[in-house]
């Protein structure tokens, strides 16, 4: 199986999308002390997850988008975005809009001009990635996916474990009748 074939739907709530962003994050940039930036309700300087990248400062602005509704990113909102990283302090070198939506090639594209603009300012790069992108992350670090899946998807491990209690109970029973059908 691989991340194609097997996929989880992102978090439903924006809080826990970006809680998901924080935990993922600190493995990418192996950066145990990275965290959201202030709280809802203030302004963030279009960062909602910072932390440093072999010294270096990196921050994520998570979009959470509907996906059963196909709301996903603009390229005018990735430009938004970008520009208001620019007050971030200390300044950036990378930054990253993670969405839940799924991929866009307008939004890619803005992605890849907002960075050629930026090299030439001298200021951070740009990416976006979609739920598929952090999917495939989470799905490529195993542990850390064993350690999210009772966090962010409870109902698909008690719904695991009730399927795996379900089968133990089918094998003894089986177990049991082949002992009987024996010993006759």
């Known amino acids: 199986m691989s991340s194609e074939t097997e996929t989880l739907l992102p978090p439903n709530k924006p809080e826990a999308f970006e809680s998901l962003c924080l935990d993922l994050w600190k493995v990418i940039w192996n950066d145990p002390g990275a965290q959201k930036?202030?709280?809802?309700?203030?302004?963030?300087?279009?960062?909602?997850?910072?932390?440093?990248?072999?010294?270096?400062?990196?921050?994520?602005?998570?979009?959470q988008k509907d996906g059963l509704l196909w709301r996903h990113l603009t390229p005018k909102e990735l430009e938004d975005e970008a520009a208001s990283a620019q007050s971030f302090q200390p300044p950036l070198t990378s930054f990253v809009v993670a969405t839940s939506g799924p991929a866009s090639v307008e939004v890619q594209e803005e992605a890849r001009l907002i960075t050629v603009h930026n090299q030439a300012r001298g200021i951070f790069?740009?990416?976006?990635?979609?739920?598929?992108?952090i999917w495939?992350?989470?799905?490529?670090?195993?542990?850390?996916?064993?350690?999210?899946?009772?966090?962010?998807?409870?109902?698909?491990?008690?719904?695991?474990?009730?399927?795996?209690?379900?089968?133990?109970?089918?094998?003894?029973?089986?177990?049991?009748?082949?002992?009987?059908?024996?010993?006759?």
């Not at 990248?53 to 998570?62: F, H, K």
């Not at 966090?151 to 209690?165: E, V």
């Open 37 to 63: 930036n202030g709280r809802k309700g203030q302004s963030q300087a279009g960062v909602d997850v910072f932390g440093q990248e072999m010294g270096r400062w990196a921050g994520v602005q998570c979009k």
């Open 125 to 133: 790069t740009v990416e976006v990635w979609s739920w598929e992108k």
């Open 136 to 184: 495939h992350e989470l799905y490529g670090r195993r542990e850390l996916l064993k350690q999210l899946l009772p966090i962010y998807w409870p109902n698909l491990m008690r719904s695991a474990d009730s399927a795996i209690g379900e089968t133990i109970r089918e094998a003894k029973d089986m177990i049991r009748r082949y002992r009987i059908c024996a010993a006759a």
